[in-house]
């Protein structure tokens, strides 16, 4: 894994063209996160990255399951700081120890509902899309659209995105 190669950036020494994202997560954050940082090597991955991610969370899968998906994607993609700020994120939402402690653990979930995305995400890595209409109507089963099947899909590009870039600049150790 890459770690020295890319600059972990500042607002001043960053490409001009990322600053004003790397600006918009300090708003939003209150701060410049080290993947951020570095995400700013590439002003188009970084963009890219932040406008997917923002089309991703007003997707009408719940805050929840959102999180049980990229955390599913994250923990898969061995990307450490996204594991890390996205445990965060699950206790800001409530999720209990079991939860957190399954996900980070490959384990089934207790609530059914959210073990469905759990599957339902591994199985379209797995098959890269083409999972069985049988997984498909699975998912439905627990009250999730087709809408919300494909929704998985934006999840998982948005955050293999960015737990491919964490690995490869070293931000995701």
């Known amino acids: 894994m890459s770690t020295t190669l890319f600059a972990e ?25 080290p993947p951020v ?5 590439s002003p188009h991955l970084l963009d890219g990255f932040l406008k997917l991610n923002g089309i991703f969370e007003q997707a009408t899968l719940d805050p929840v399951a959102r999180e049980v998906l990229v955390m599913t994607v994250a923990v898969r993609n061995e990307c450490h700081v996204c594991v890390a700020m996205h445990t ?12 957190v402690a399954a996900l980070h653990e490959r384990r089934p979930l207790a609530d059914p509902r959210l073990d469905a995305v759990r599957r339902f995400t591994l199985a379209v890595l797995a098959k890269a899309g083409g999972v069985e209409d049988e997984a498909v109507r699975d998912f439905l089963s627990y009250g999730y659209t087709e809408q ?3 929704e998985v899909v934006l999840g998982i590009g948005t955050y293999t995105l960015s737990t491919f870039a964490n690995r490869l600049t070293g931000a995701g150790m």
């Open 37 to 41: 940082a570095k995400m700013a090597t």
């Open 148 to 150: 919300n099947a494909l």
């Open 88 to 99: 965060g994120r699950l206790r800001e939402l409530g999720a209990d120890d079991e939860l």
């Open 9 to 33: 950036h500042t607002l001043e020494s960053a490409p001009a063209a990322a600053r004003k994202s790397m600006e918009a997560t300090v708003r939003h954050l209150g701060r410049l996160t």
